[in-house]
């Protein structure tokens, strides 16, 4: 497989606060760069799912946090054929156990928000078809 024929598996943080509100983040770097979407990222070799969540959250937004669900609650698919990309999302639910979410590597702007706050922004594809389809929501 060459470099333009990639397939991505990559992890997301479904973190939600006491009023349903969703932790997002925006992304400051290419690929995708100003879009919102659930904090996450690829695997690195040799690391489980779960610690490369833990890492990412980390990194991106410099927290503590541990995924609550074992398996994904949610899976998305997102083919770029412009980019001769595959991207396969695994979102997991997961809770902040130390920090506060603020911006760090990657990272331009990080917050919770409602259906009508979210629905004001520039998502993922993956982000939206989850919040529609896992959350309920219109967007």
């Known amino acids: 497989m060459n470099k333009k024929d990639e397939v991505i598996v990559a992890v997301a943080a479904v973190i939600t606060d006491d009023q349903r509100r969703v932790l997002l983040s925006l992304r400051s770097e290419e690929?995708?760069?100003?879009?919102?979407?659930?904090?996450?990222?690829?695997?690195?070799?040799?690391?489980s799912l779960h610690q490369a969540l833990k890492r990412e959250l980390r990194e991106e937004l410099g927290i503590e946090a541990e995924t609550t669900s074992v398996q994904p609650v949610f899976v998305s698919q997102t083919i770029i054929p412009r980019e001769d990309r595959h991207i396969i999302c695994l979102f997991y639910e997961a809770r902040v156990v130390s920090g506060a979410p603020r911006p760090a590597q990657?990272?331009?702007?990080?917050?919770f928000f409602n259906e009508t706050e979210a629905g004001k922004l520039r998502l993922?594809?993956?982000c939206r078809d989850f919040l529609n389809k896992r959350h309920g929501w219109r967007l």
Do not use: N, Q, R
């Not at 690929?31 to 690391?47: N, Q, R």
């Not at 990657?106 to 917050?111: P, S």
């Open 31 to 47: 690929p995708k760069k100003g879009y919102w979407h659930h904090p996450g990222g690829a695997p690195k070799f040799g690391e």
């Open 106 to 111: 990657g990272t331009a702007k990080v917050g």
């Open 124 to 126: 993922l594809d993956s």
